[in-house]
């Protein structure tokens, strides 16, 4: 049986519809500044403030993908091992 945050894993890496609509929209909201590269639409962000978010969780947005871009092409580069912690949450490779 998963927990709480692993099923949300699991339904954002499926595409599901997340059920708590709060974090639906911080899933959607992240989604958009991802594939806008940080230039969502005022429609975007007012949806983002209307669920009850304040502007500042999305500079942690913008950290967060920051933080992971970072990540990401160092581990890339020096071909790092997954933490044994984690493996459980590896994705699959692509066929």
């Known amino acids: 049986m998963l927990n709480g945050s692993a099923n949300v894993l699991v339904m954002l890496r499926a595409g599901a519809q997340i059920e708590d609509p709060k974090l639906a929209a911080l899933a959607k909201f992240t989604k958009v500044m991802l594939q806008t590269h940080g230039k969502p639409t005022q ?31 160092a581990n890339h580069l020096f071909h790092t091992q997954l933490d044994h912690a984690f493996t459980a949450y590896r994705l699959k490779e692509a066929a």
Do not use: C, H, M, P
């Open 43 to 73: 429609q975007d962000f007012k949806f983002f403030l209307a669920v009850g978010y304040v502007g500042r969780r999305s500079l942690e947005i913008i950290l967060a993908l920051a933080v992971e871009t970072l990540s990401n092409f």
